[in-house]
């Protein structure tokens, strides 16, 4: 029983020992492309848009198979099957700029809610998505086809909702 207390004692001093402190390298972490993010993010975006969108900003220029350093501009086109992404990267992998369409995509609530206060007798047929941007700042537009029996109208709609 002795030894078992004096085992007991020992093994709990042993154990409040520090351990080694190891220092290491500094590492930093940029977005580089966040301002595109800010610019073109809205909450009441599309699914399929917002997955691209983050592609995009997240893609790593230097490590693709067709980058050299003595290229300053390099495009780079984005496919889904609901849009296309054209985007203009410079040599550090930061976004200058892009031209985005998607077609199909869900409205969001102002555009749609707009659509319905002004023609309410009429359904949504088909929408196209644009959004632009360009040394972050972003514009977005929305050409939409309505239908109403067999008449059909076209309207074109900024992302606030106001008819253009």
């Given at each position: 029983?002795?030894?078992?207390?004096?085992g007991?004692?020992a093994?709990?001093l042993?154990?409040q020992i520090?351990?080694?402190i190891?220092?290491?390298?500094?590492?930093?972490?940029?977005?580089?492309n966040?301002?595109?993010?800010n610019?073109?993010?809205?909450?009441?975006?599309?699914?399929?848009?917002k997955?691209?969108?983050?592609?995009?900003?997240?893609?790593?220029?230097?490590?693709?198979?067709?980058y050299?350093?003595?290229?300053?501009?390099?495009?780079?086109?984005?496919?889904?099957?609901?849009?296309?992404?054209?985007?203009?990267?410079d040599?550090?992998?930061?976004?200058l700029?892009?031209?985005?369409?998607?077609?199909?995509?869900?409205?969001?609530d102002?555009?749609?809610?707009?659509?319905?206060?002004?023609?309410?007798?009429?359904?949504?047929k088909?929408?196209?998505?644009?959004v632009k941007?360009?040394?972050?700042?972003?514009?977005?537009?929305y050409?939409?086809?309505l239908?109403?029996?067999?008449?059909t109208m076209?309207?074109?709609?900024?992302?606030?909702?106001?008819f253009?």
């Amino acid at each position: 029983m002795k030894k078992l207390i004096i085992g007991l004692l020992a093994l709990g001093l042993t154990t409040q020992i520090n351990a080694q402190i190891i220092e290491l390298d500094e590492v930093s972490i940029t977005a580089v492309n966040y301002k595109y993010i800010n610019a073109v993010d809205s909450d009441d975006v599309a699914v399929p848009v917002k997955l691209l969108q983050e592609k995009v900003a997240l893609f790593d220029l230097k490590n693709a198979e067709f980058y050299l350093d003595e290229y300053d501009l390099y495009e780079v086109k984005f496919y889904i099957p609901d849009g296309k992404v054209l985007v203009a990267y410079d040599g550090n992998g930061k976004i200058l700029r892009t031209i985005e369409k998607y077609k199909n995509v869900k409205l969001p609530d102002v555009v749609r809610n707009a659509i319905i206060e002004r023609f309410p007798n009429w359904a949504i047929k088909k929408d196209v998505y644009f959004v632009k941007y360009n040394d972050g700042k972003s514009t977005q537009e929305y050409k939409v086809i309505l239908t109403n029996g067999d008449k059909t109208m076209r309207v074109k709609l900024d992302a606030m909702g106001s008819f253009l």
